[in-house]
């Protein structure tokens, strides 16, 4: 059975950081894509962060409003998920989830993509 717990939410201020993590266990983790999504009330899941395997490296996706202040990275065993999000801003405020399924050949970046997930960790930023 496959397992995901997240870790690292919390409060900070606009133009903080946080570091979240995701732990994974029950599954091969090189086979796997995992990803990071979020989600505010009253609005749809939305992909933060997706990463796979690859031949040479791995593959990632960053939504738009990731790039350039979040990094996704992967232990090496591939079954622990990393987020570390920097410049932070009040827009980011929601619940971060982590996501993981087999990898089928392409970068999934949509809530339907994935079976497995996590029960989630509040960020919140302050202005």
């Known amino acids: 059975q496959i397992r995901l717990v997240e870790s690292g939410g919390g409060s900070v201020q606009a133009g903080g950081s946080l570091r979240l993590s995701c732990a994974g266990t029950g599954y091969y983790g090189s086979r796997y894509c995992m990803g990071w999504f979020r989600q505010t009330p009253g609005k749809e899941r939305e992909a933060v962060a997706t990463?796979?395997?690859?031949?040479?490296?791995?593959?990632?996706y960053y939504a738009d409003s990731a790039k350039g202040r979040f990094i996704v990275s992967q232990d090496d065993a591939k079954s622990s998920l990393f987020l570390q999000m920097s410049s932070l801003k009040p827009e980011d405020s929601a619940m971060y989830y982590c996501a993981a399924d087999e990898y089928l050949g392409y970068i999934p970046v949509r809530p339907s993509d994935f079976i497995n997930w996590g029960q989630g960790t509040q960020v919140t930023v302050s202005s």
């Open positions: 990463v796979c395997p690859g031949a040479r490296s791995v593959k990632t």
